[in-house]
């Protein structure tokens, strides 16, 4: 089955600073990689998603690139803010289950 | 707003008792996936329906769990003879199967302590 992980496992930044993280996927046939940034006490929220048919995808801060090949995705956020410090988590659809399976997670902390 | 909700939020129990936790998933979400979350990981899957039909079930969900989902809109999680070991946050999702998309869309989740 897929297996998901991710770099680093914490990160800190200064406020303004970038921030990336990095994710590897096993299963070649996984065409389906969401990104979700989860608060404490709450649930994942998803920020961005990106498919196997495209390279890279950008919403305002954050942006998301894959390169099939190596099998792996980047996240990445420009201009960070304090509101940005939470947990991301990568994740990947297995194509023959439907089920999405998350990496271990990065804690994110911007500095102010 | 009419996201995913979950109730109840948090549950505490005493080992061996039986608990069970709902999830209400967005309206014409067709189907709806429960995971399990320990301090530090990520979410890991335990079990989705489509509709009222459970597709799936992970070798993590022991024979003490079970999920039902009849009229294919809420569904229940019972924990039978609870372990300490199950002490967790329990997340539902759902998502609507067709299209180009399948977004998952979380709730907040139920956090479970077994004492």
């Known amino acids: 089955g897929e297996n998901v992980e991710q770099h680093p496992s914490t990160l800190s930044v200064q406020e303004g600073d970038s921030a990336v993280i990095k994710c590897t996927y096993s299963?070649?046939?996984?065409?389906?990689f969401p990104w979700y940034k989860q608060e404490l006490g709450k649930g994942p929220q998803l920020i961005i998603d990106i498919r196997s048919n495209v390279g890279e995808k950008k919403d305002q801060r954050i942006a998301v690139t894959l390169n099939k090949t190596a099998k792996h995705f980047s996240l990445h956020i420009t201009e960070t803010q304090p509101e940005d410090s939470a947990v991301y988590f990568c994740?990947?659809?297995?194509?023959?289950?439907?089920?999405?399976?998350f990496g271990p997670g990065t804690s994110l902390s911007v500095i102010p | 707003d009419t996201g995913v909700s979950q109730n109840p939020r948090h549950k505490i129990t005493k080992r061996g008792q039986n608990v069970t936790f709902r999830c209400d998933p967005i309206?014409?979400?067709?189907?709806l996936y429960w995971y399990r979350q320990t301090l530090g990981q990520g979410p890991e899957f335990l079990t989705y329906?489509?509709?009222?039909?459970?597709?799936?079930k992970s070798r993590l969900l022991s024979d003490r769990f079970s999920a039902e989902r009849p009229k294919g809109s809420f569904s229940t999680l019972e924990i039978q003879r609870t372990e300490q070991g199950d002490s967790a946050m329990y997340l539902c999702?759902?998502?609507?199967?067709?299209?180009?998309?399948?977004?998952?869309?979380f709730g907040p989740g139920t956090r479970l302590l077994v004492l």
């Open positions: 999702a759902s998502s609507l199967l067709g299209g180009d998309q399948e977004t998952q869309y």
């Open positions: 329906f489509q509709n009222e039909a459970q597709l799936e």
């Open positions: 994740a990947a659809r297995e194509t023959s289950y439907d089920k999405v399976i």
């Open positions: 309206s014409e979400h067709n189907r």
């Open positions: 299963d070649s046939a996984s065409n389906y």
